[in-house]
């Protein structure tokens, strides 16, 4: 197995499972409502919901750095953390759909990649592909592991 083949395996496994550390992103986003996920259980912490958009918006600004665009290093605030406005059935539906869509495109521009090119610095950081590629798995574990506890406290109402 290559390296690139190895990242691809952990980007997929922080999505659809299995991860070692617990539920990947969509075992535990695959049961939630609409209502449950835009829930706010704690004051000035992010619902579900809006973890989803922000880990969605940094899939996408790691494709896009991956594919030589030159992103903002500073992402407005509206971008990173998305407000939900919408809170009905098709609205998430379309947020999980945006999700895969996003981590597909994701997943099938890093497996273009030979693992030479992992060593490659992302145009305008200072930074590799191999880091940006680790830090999105790392960032959507870090973010799946909140939407855990929302979802538990949120149930345990």
């Not at 539920?23 to 829930?39: K, Q």
């Not at 912490?45 to 665009?69: N, P």
């Not at 997943?107 to 273009?112: A, E, F, L, N, P």
């Amino acid at each position: 197995m290559t390296e690139t083949e190895r990242i691809v395996d952990q980007l997929q496994r922080s999505l659809d499972g299995p991860a070692w550390h617990g539920p990947s992103l969509n075992e535990i986003l695959s049961d939630l409502d609409p209502a449950l996920a835009a829930a706010r259980p704690l004051e000035g912490v992010h619902t579900i919901w809006e973890l989803l958009l922000h880990v969605t918006e940094w899939i996408r600004i790691g494709r896009r750095r991956i594919d030589g665009e030159l992103t903002p290093e500073d992402i407005p605030i509206e971008q990173n953390w998305p407000v939900v406005e919408d809170a009905s059935p098709e609205a998430w539906k379309l947020a999980l759909d945006t999700l895969r869509t996003e981590h597909n495109l994701l997943i099938s521009h890093c497996s273009r990649l030979t693992d030479a090119e992992l060593s490659d610095i992302v145009p305008g950081r200072e930074y590799t592909n191999y880091f940006l590629l680790h830090g999105v798995v790392q960032h959507n574990l870090y973010h799946a592991g909140q939407m855990a506890l929302l979802k538990s406290s949120l149930l345990k109402r």
